[in-house]
């Protein structure tokens, strides 16, 4: 079992910037890739970014390319989310998520889910 926990979302105005941190616990932390989604309301739980075992490659989706970084550090067992420029679009529940080995942007394939943390982004 993996328990993750994000921490770091709350309301900001549009340009401004966020750090979400998701800390993991359990199992050895640097087995796992980890993705970054968010859902907002009335729609479907979306990717955002996501970065492998060893933080070497990452991904995003093209709508935060660019604002958005994904980074980990695997001796405090904590992936992060630095999002600048952001829009009020963004708003959503940000999750952290995590699978075994194998990076992917497939939210079905994750094994574990954080509980998410809301990010408002006023206009």
């Known amino acids: 079992q993996v328990q993750l926990v994000e921490s770091g979302g709350g309301l900001v105005q549009a340009g401004g910037s966020l750090r979400l941190s998701c800390a993991a616990s359990?199992?050895?932390?640097?087995?796992?890739?980890m993705g970054w989604f968010r859902q907002a309301p009335g729609k479907e739980r979306e990717f955002v970014a996501a970065?492998?075992?060893?933080?070497?490659?990452?991904s995003y989706a093209d709508s935060v390319r660019g604002r958005f970084t994904i980074s980990r550090d695997n001796t405090k067992s904590t992936v992060y989310l630095q999002m600048n420029s952001l829009k009020p679009e963004d708003t959503a529940v940000y999750y952290c998520?995590?699978?075994?080995?194998?990076?992917?942007?497939?939210?079905?394939?994750?094994?574990?889910w954080g509980q998410g943390t809301q990010v408002t982004v006023s206009s």
């Open positions: 970065i492998r075992r060893s933080g070497g490659i990452t």
């Open positions: 359990g199992r050895t932390f640097s087995s796992y890739a």
């Open positions: 998520a995590a699978r075994y080995w194998v990076v992917t942007t497939t939210a079905s394939e994750y094994d574990y």
